[in-house]
Nanobody, 117 residues
Framework: QVQLVESGGGLVQAGGSLRLSCAASGLISGINAMGWYRQGPGKQRELVAGISSGGSTNYDDSVKGRFTISRDIAENAVYLQMNNLKPEDTAVYYC???????????WGPGTQVTVSS
């Protein structure tokens, strides 16, 4: 089992910044790919950014140039720096630890990000 806890969400004005953190604990062996998803009001959960075990990153087009995903392998943590936030970024943000076919993926409980116009 891997437990994930997100933090850093909150209320911010459009154009502002937030930094989300996700700390993983539990039965961790090796370096797994991790990512951030979000689910806005009335919307499906969508991938925001991902980082592979080798450190490669990918982003949804809507956040490219504004969001940056990074990780601290020693701390088993992943971060999402969000700049120039827009009202459409309002959502619950979830951290995911991509497990194996045997274990499945692990998800955090989510952290709310609200961007006011």
């Amino acid at each position: 089992q891997v437990q994930l806890v997100e933090s850093g969400g909150g209320l911010v004005q459009a154009g502002g910044s937030l930094r989300l953190s996700c700390a993983a604990s539990g039965l961790i062996s090796g370096i797994n790919a991790m990512g951030w998803y979000r689910q806005g009001p009335g919307k499906q959960r969508e991938l925001v950014a991902g980082i592979s075990s080798g450190g490669s990153t990918n982003y949804d087009d809507s956040v490219k140039g504004r969001f940056t995903i990074s990780r601290d392998i020693a701390e088993n943590a992943v971060y999402l720096q969000m700049n120039n936030l827009k009202p459409e970024d309002t959502a619950v943000y979830y951290c995911v630890w991509y497990g194996s076919s045997a274990t499945g993926d692990y998800w955090g409980p989510g952290t709310q990000v609200t961007v006011s116009s």
